[in-house]
């Protein structure tokens, strides 16, 4: 069985500053893992995905996560902020690599203060 | 390359009342995935298919809810009858068959349902 925590619902950041998202995962198979955004009333887009390759990886719009074994995390960060970037997030497990089953966590709503 | 497209965008029934949602993948996608967003959580798996045969459909109410995608291309869910905490968003998703490092599901834009 599969499950992802995203800690905390909602995430407030200025313009300019750090973004960071949490996530933690339970796998009971070597997991794929990604992190997908939501902008309202629109459906889910891949920001990105792990799949046992690097650890450290690139998504688009400037987004990077790092898979951590250890830690069982896979935290999504972006380096400065855009107001653009206010959505929700949502990290999510498949059920086995190379499967699409995803287990969603329950997302963190980002807001991006000018 | 056009994308996962879902009908209706926005539904309001009364309880009890039956309602349909429809889904065409984008082509060739042998992968169909029908998801339940309730409001403040993050979607949830109902059911799998891959062509035109059901994977897992471990997590839909059976006694009211039905699924189908004939001809393995586009699929309909239906609900019958409906309930109040039915109210959300069923978003439908597709992949290429199987997967790996250099694919992806892609979802639609959502079906939003209101049952009051």
């Known amino acids: 069985a599969q499950s992802v925590t995203q800690l905390g619902s909602h995430v407030s950041v200025s313009e300019g500053a750090l973004v960071l998202l949490r996530c933690n995962y339970s796998?009971?198979?070597?997991?794929?893992l990604f992190w997908y955004v939501q902008y309202p009333n629109q459906g889910l887009q891949l920001l990105l995905k792990y799949t046992s390759a690097a650890t450290l990886v690139k998504g688009i719009n400037g987004f990077e996560a790092e898979f951590k074994k250890s830690e069982t995390s896979f935290h999504l960060t972006k380096p400065s902020a855009h107001m653009s970037d206010a959505a929700e997030y949502f990290c999510?497990?498949?059920?086995?690599?190379?499967?699409?089953?995803?287990?969603f966590g329950k997302g963190t709503k980002l807001s991006v203060i000018p | 390359e056009a994308g996962v497209a879902q009908s209706p965008r926005y539904k309001i029934i009364e309880k009890r009342q039956s309602v349909a949602f429809w889904c065409n993948p984008i082509s060739g996608h042998a992968t169909l995935y029908w998801y339940q967003q309730i409001l403040g959580q993050g979607p949830k798996l109902l059911i799998q298919f891959q062509n035109n045969g059901v994977v897992d459909d471990s997590q839909l109410p059976k006694d009211r809810f039905s699924a189908e995608r004939l001809k393995g291309v586009d699929s309909t869910l239906k609900i019958q009858p409906a309930k109040l905490e039915d109210s959300a968003v069923y978003l439908c998703?597709?992949?290429?068959?199987?997967?790996?490092?250099?694919?992806?599901?892609?979802f639609g834009q959502g079906t939003r349902l209101t049952v009051v």
């Open positions: 796998s009971s198979v070597p997991p794929y």
């Open positions: 999510a497990v498949s059920s086995g690599a190379g499967s699409y089953q995803l287990t």
């Open positions: 998703a597709s992949s290429p068959r199987g997967g790996s490092e250099t694919t992806e599901a892609f």
